[in-house]
């Protein structure tokens, strides 16, 4: 089956199984977007490099580490590496 079928039919069902408040239209034509910059590997790459330019300061472990500080008040573990 191909994605532009099977996509909007499994995203019909996901919204309709969890409630979701997402509208097949709206990822229809976000993903319609997503097919056509995919064809124009120029303004594909360049968005790709503005994406992860523009994360700034993030990384899983500082999350983690934060998360772990400011909502559980924990302490890093101290571990020896043999």
Not at 36 to 48: G, L, R, V
Request: proline content about 4%.
């Amino acid at each position: 089956m191909d994605w532009q079928v099977a996509a909007p039919l499994a995203w019909r069902r996901a919204v309709r199984a969890t409630g979701a408040a997402a509208t097949v239209e709206s990822y229809v034509e976000c993903q319609e977007r997503v097919a056509k910059a995919w064809h124009d590997p120029e303004s594909w790459t360049k968005s790709s490099i503005q994406n992860v330019a523009g994360m700034g300061y993030f990384s899983a472990d500082r999350a983690i580490r934060e998360h772990a500080d400011q909502v559980w008040a924990m302490l890093p573990a101290v571990t020896s590496r043999a």
